[in-house]
């Protein structure tokens, strides 16, 4: 059973930043490419960041410069940090396994004005 627990996140005014945690646990290993995905209010889920086993990242052309994926295999965990925040970015943010229905419960990202 695969188990994907995020946390972080939370109310930031504009320009601020914030830090997502997903920790995994279960048949998850440092093979699986992970991803960062948001939903806002009325709007389909995107995707905003994946790493794959090798900790290369790729990012969403509207968060690159901004945003960064990381991972730490030792610890199960991806990271999302996210600098110079906009309003256009407040949403739920989800962690998945890539290729794989594993998602994270989803954590609220709210940017003020």
């Known amino acids: 059973q695969v188990q994907l627990v995020q946390s972080g996140g939370g109310l930031v005014q504009a320009g601020g930043s914030l830090r997502l945690s997903c920790a995994a646990s279960?048949?998850?290993?440092?093979?699986?490419?992970m991803g960062w995905f948001r939903q806002a209010p009325g709007k389909q889920r995107e995707l905003v960041a994946t790493?794959?086993?090798?900790?290369?990242?790729n990012l969403a052309a509207s968060v690159k410069g901004r945003f960064t994926i990381s991972r730490d295999n030792a610890k199960n965990t991806v990271y999302l940090q996210m600098n110079n925040l906009k309003p256009e970015d407040t949403g739920v943010y989800y962690c998945?396994?890539?290729?794989?229905?594993?998602w994270g419960q989803g954590t609220q990202v709210t940017v003020s004005s």
């Open positions: 998945r396994v890539l290729g794989f229905s594993y």
């Open positions: 279960g048949s998850i290993c440092s093979a699986n490419g």
């Open positions: 790493i794959n086993s090798s900790s290369r990242p």
